[in-house]
């Protein structure tokens, strides 16, 4: 008898821990929207408006263009929770920018994949394009404090990484 006044109290727990889980991945997937959107606004507010109109920044796996810059930057939407990337995908310019929020367990594979594109573009420009070289061998890779892993490679990337740095990291 004791056992049936259990169940009831059972089932109450089980619902209670069912809804907390799902209100628990509804609040994860409203902060990875949040977190892409602060890094959208944080690569646009660190660029002039020239780039910004002419390379546009992503930030969802429905993209049409997200597996081509998924591929170029050796990640996939599995390896990110949450992520704005800003990549030339023509091979006469070394411009890519990516905030990306790993997935868990995916830190090293997207550091691998970045450093891969990285070591890429520098090969492509090593022979020709000088000035798109150095920008290519200054590129800078660098997980910041919150687990973001930011890249940048572009003109004056010193400055660029550290404004799209603050931004994310006061997350303002």
Do not use: W
């Not at 929207?33 to 020239?50: G, H, K, M």
């Not at 996939?76 to 990306?100: C, H, R, T, W």
């Amino acid at each position: 008898m004791n056992h049936l006044k259990l169940l009831p109290l059972l089932l109450v727990l089980s619902f209670a821990t069912s809804c907390t889980s799902t209100q628990q991945a509804q609040e994860t997937a409203m902060s990875n929207e949040a977190r892409a959107q602060l890094y959208q606004s944080a690569i646009e507010e660190a660029r002039d408006q020239e780039l910004n109109e002419s390379m546009s920044v992503l930030t969802s796996s429905e993209d049409e263009t997200a597996e081509l810059l998924f591929s170029m930057l050796g990640v996939s939407g599995e390896d990110m929770q949450a992520f704005a990337l800003s990549v030339s995908p023509m091979n006469v310019k070394a411009y890519g920018i990516a905030a990306i929020y790993p997935a868990a367990g995916k830190e090293q594979t997207v550091l691998d994949g970045l450093n891969g594109f990285i070591d890429q573009q520098r090969q492509n420009f090593e022979l020709y394009l000088a000035d798109q070289y150095d920008i290519a061998n200054q590129a800078r890779l660098e997980t910041l404090n919150d687990g973001t892993i930011l890249m940048v490679m572009c003109p004056d990337q010193d400055t660029v990484f550290d404004a799209i740095r603050a931004k994310i990291e006061t997350g303002a």
